[in-house]
């Protein structure tokens, strides 16, 4: 099945949460010696962006629980920059409330991490914060 990635948040198509599981890699994207792939990445996704294409950035595994609880094995990375980006462009183009009915369920992000208290703090604060970009 192929899914946007605001699909899977969408109250009227899936209303899945994700939960990046305490077991992962570390961010590949950040490390110094993955530059080139990361600015590579960078440009497609902001090529897509400018010209309203979309791009596949291939599979996603993972297992759901109780229906809607998605656990990545595989493209936690690709998940997690894709949740920032939705909002940065939600706050940028005056999104915000639509990115609130998808990504935010009984105050908290539906989306999160395992790894750290700190961790499901802040994706529950960062998708409350509002920035005006000028």
Known sequence: MQLTFFQLFSVSERNWKIKIP??????????????EIRD?????LYECLNQGKNIDLDFIYGRVYN???F??????????T?????WYLANKENKKQIFNENFIENG??????????SSIE???ELVKCNFAFN
């Open 22 to 35: 305490i077991m992962q890699r570390d961010y590949a994207q950040g490390r110094d010696s993955s530059k």
């Open 40 to 44: 590579a990445f960078l440009d497609t």
């Open 67 to 69: 229906n809607n609880e």
């Open 71 to 80: 656990i990545p094995l595989d493209g936690q990375q690709r998940l997690t």
């Open 82 to 86: 894709l949740f920032l980006l939705h």
């Open 108 to 117: 908290k992000s539906k989306f999160t991490y395992e790894t750290r208290t």
């Open 122 to 124: 802040f994706c529950d």
